[in-house]
Structure formats: structure tokens, C-alpha cells
């Protein structure tokens, strides 16, 4: 079974601070995306990245997946209030082992305070 | 515009009354999803519709079940809802075409069981 683990579960920080979100896995995947969730709202897809040692900026987001294909991490820089919500990772499984059913990380809960 | 569209954003049932939620995609996507997500948690997928083929997630319990009568629409029919069942349910779709897979999700159905 492919697991997905996403660290921290939840981060408080306030405004202007920079913050790292982690997601894990021992197995590999042929992509992975970062979602956005605000309260009451669906996920909102942020990224996707493909190629193993891969960075995409989106702002002041950064986005890095790992060499291995196996993790990748969300950088935010200079935080700030509208980013609040909950980020979740999900892995693709490699083409052909279900590759339609996206793993998901358990979340990380972002509370930036103003 | 909206691609994936649920209806309705929020419903009330009774213990035990059957409700219906709905799905609508606009992106003409071979793949359709249902997941449930509670509180501050990961989506959890129910099951899924690649094309016609109805493919049941071995945890989705019996009273959850769903039709997509075609390509545009998918329905989730809770036949009798405990208070176990009150959720967001998400709806999904994506176009499976190779590596990359990029899940869309509707906004949400937020539903209370009284």
C-alpha cells in the first residue's frame, strides 16, 4: 500500500514568516500535486510536478519534488493571512498500477495569523 | 467557470432518509470521482467511474452507491444516512491520458444528518 505522509499536521505562524511543508513516501510516483483547501470549499489544484529534482514557483510558492520522486516540499515565503487553509499532497501512482487513484497526504492545517 | 459543479452546496436530511447529491463536469473527462472528506481531513475516495466501469473503493460501505448516467453527470445516492455520514462530499474528475493525472474537484456538498 502507497502512503502518503504529510508533516507538519498543522502550523500556526504569523504573518511574514516563511514555512515548509513536507510530503513523504517510500514509494514512488509519477507525479504529484499540491491542493489548496479553504473552509467549506473543494480542493483548488496549486501544481503538479513530474520530473524528479524539479522546483515551480508560483509566487511566493515553491514547490520541489524530490530526485527519487518520492517526496516533495511547499515553501511559502513572507506568509500571509489569505494563504490559510489546509494543503494536501497527492501522489500519483506510477502509469499503470491504478495511476488514476491519487494517494493523499493527511493535510497540513496553515493558520497565518495577521 | 465553474468545470465541476455539485449540487447542492448543502443539504439537511433525516436519520435513515434517502438523499441524492449530484455532479455535473463541463471538461468532458473519462473519469469521475467520489470522495468523502470530514473534518479537517484527507479526501477519502468512495469509488469512481472510468468511462461506464464502476470501480467500489473495499472500505465504501453498501449504503453508499452511484449511477453516471453519462459521460457529463455522476450521482452519489446515500440510501439511509446515519450521523456517522455527515461529510463533505467531493466531487472529482480527471482525463487519464498518461503520466501527470490532474484531479479536478467540484466545490463540495456539505451534508448534515439530523
Known amino acids: 500500500t502507497q502512503l502518503l505522509e504529510q508533516s507538519p499536521q498543522f502550523l500556526s505562524i504569523q504573518e511574514g514568516e516563511n514555512l515548509t511543508v513536507y510530503c513523504n513516501s517510500s514509494?514512488?510516483?509519477?507525479?504529484l500535486q499540491w491542493y489548496r483547501q479553504e473552509p467549506g470549499e473543494g480542493p483548488v489544484l496549486l501544481v503538479t510536478?513530474?520530473?524528479?529534482?524539479e522546483v515551480k514557483k508560483l509566487k511566493r510558492l515553491t514547490f520541489q519534488f524530490g530526485d527519487a520522486r518520492k517526496d516533495s516540499s511547499l515553501h511559502i515565503t513572507a506568509a500571509q493571512p489569505g494563504d490559510t487553509g489546509l494543503y494536501l499532497c497527492?501522489?500519483?501512482?506510477?502509469?499503470?498500477?491504478?495511476?488514476?487513484?491519487?494517494?493523499f497526504g493527511s493535510g497540513t492545517r496553515l493558520l497565518v495569523r495577521p | 467557470d465553474a468545470m465541476v459543479i455539485q449540487n447542492p452546496r448543502y443539504q439537511v436530511t433525516q436519520f435513515g432518509k434517502p438523499v441524492t447529491l449530484s455532479c455535473s463536469q463541463t471538461?468532458?473527462?473519462?473519469?469521475m470521482y467520489w470522495y468523502q472528506q470530514k473534518s479537517s481531513q484527507a479526501p477519502k475516495l468512495l469509488f469512481h467511474?472510468?468511462?461506464?466501469?464502476?470501480?467500489n473503493e473495499a472500505d465504501t460501505p453498501d449504503n453508499f452507491q452511484s449511477r453516471r448516467p453519462n459521460t457529463s453527470f455522476c450521482f452519489l445516492d446515500i440510501r439511509s444516512p446515519g450521523l456517522g455520514d455527515a461529510a463533505m462530499y467531493l466531487c472529482?474528475?480527471?482525463?487519464?491520458?498518461?503520466?501527470?493525472?490532474?484531479?479536478?474537484f467540484g466545490e463540495g456538498s456539505w451534508l448534515t444528518v439530523v
Open positions: 510536478v513530474v520530473t524528479g529534482g
Open positions: 472529482a474528475t480527471s482525463r487519464v491520458a498518461g503520466p501527470a493525472n490532474t484531479i479536478y
Open positions: 471538461l468532458n473527462h473519462n473519469v
Open positions: 514509494s514512488v510516483f509519477s507525479s
Open positions: 497527492a501522489g500519483d501512482p506510477p502509469w499503470g498500477d491504478s495511476s488514476y487513484k491519487l494517494i
Open positions: 467511474y472510468y468511462d461506464k466501469d464502476f470501480n
